[in-house]
């Protein structure tokens, strides 16, 4: 294997025939995805930026990241930490057969074919309100959500902002946690930040 898998909403982008907004290239490491966007910037004449997700380098129409914040070592293990099913697709070159190779989720081509936002609830180191933002911007898209879906989707977020109960979002007068402040904040801070020149 090559060590670099495409995966994600790129394949679901080629899948569909539209021009992906951007290329998320998934690698084995931290150290692998600066040398690669090194290389690749070099090559390219273009700077990057990174992200506590990626390390970016930016077109006017599209970009290249090479995502940090999550390595894996295999493709299956790229597709098992995508929350919908629409993303359980990864595509990589494989050098010990001098080939590429595909891989996705047995309902990947059907979820897409039906524009159907399906939750996999992964197990996975997130922003727990990443995947309720997701539903918002495929919805605006065409996709549909089942009501079972979408209260999976909540209650990971209610599930977390319940661990977490800062302390300063209680409700003074009462001394009641404020789910519904909690919840908000959770969901700001989901929401992509800039990042640094490298």
Not at 53 to 77: H, K, L, V, Y
Not at 141 to 163: C, F, H, N, P, Q
């Amino acid at each position: 294997m090559s060590g670099l898998f495409l995966a994600g909403g790129f394949v679901r982008s080629v899948v569909e025939g539209e021009k992906p907004k951007d290329v998320d290239i998934w690698v084995s490491s931290k150290g692998e995805a600066q040398r690669w966007a090194r290389l690749l910037s070099g090559a390219l004449h273009r700077g990057s930026f990174a992200t506590s997700n990626a390390i970016t380098i930016s077109f006017p129409d599209t970009a290249i990241q090479f995502i940090t914040r999550w390595t894996f070592q295999t493709p299956g293990e790229v597709i098992g930490t995508f929350d919908f099913t629409i993303a359980q697709a990864v595509v990589w070159f494989d050098k010990g057969v001098g080939e590429w190779k595909g891989l996705c989720a047995e309902t990947f081509l059907d979820d897409v074919a039906e524009r159907r936002l399906v939750y996999t609830s992964p197990v996975r180191e997130e922003d727990a309100a990443g995947s309720l933002l997701r539903v918002n911007k495929f919805v605006a898209r065409g996709y549909t959500i089942s009501d079972e879906d979408m209260g999976r989707v909540t209650a990971r977020v209610v599930k977390k902002v319940l661990e977490e109960k800062e302390e300063s979002l209680y409700v003074p007068e009462q001394r009641e946690f404020d789910v519904e402040r909690a919840t908000v904040k959770m969901v700001r801070g989901a929401r992509p930040q800039g990042g640094s020149s490298v």
